[in-house]
């Protein structure tokens, strides 16, 4: 190993609390569930999903503390996922202009 690396260590008590933050954000979902809130409630469950998610990569994945390199390509990765979805998406809504016959 490079003498220049330098190693973070998280304390137990940090992996503890963000693990009662995803707990409390799946209780939030199963009670969202419940709850009638229209066209909401897609939207209510994927901001809780994205947030739950954000937690699990910044700190069970490490990426809070990695080097900029490893930050650039998680963002890239969320980017094309995006690019992805807006693709498929555009597809699902102009498949009514085209017809087949």
């Known amino acids: ?39 909401f409630n897609t939207v209510v469950a994927l901001a809780i ?11 069970f994945m490490h990426v809070k503390y990695s080097s900029n390199l490893t930050k650039t390509v998680v963002i890239s990765s969320v980017i094309w996922l995006f690019i ?3 693709l498929t998406y555009n597809d699902y809504l102009t498949r009514s202009l085209l017809s087949y016959g």
């Open 1 to 39: 190993m490079s003498e220049h690396q330098h190693t973070h260590i998280v304390p137990l008590s940090t992996y503890y609390l963000i693990f009662g933050a995803l707990m409390v954000g799946t209780a939030i979902t199963v009670a969202a569930a419940f709850v009638d809130l229209g066209p």
């Open 49 to 59: 999903a994205c947030t739950k998610a954000a937690l699990v990569v910044l700190y």
């Open 84 to 86: 992805m979805l807006a």
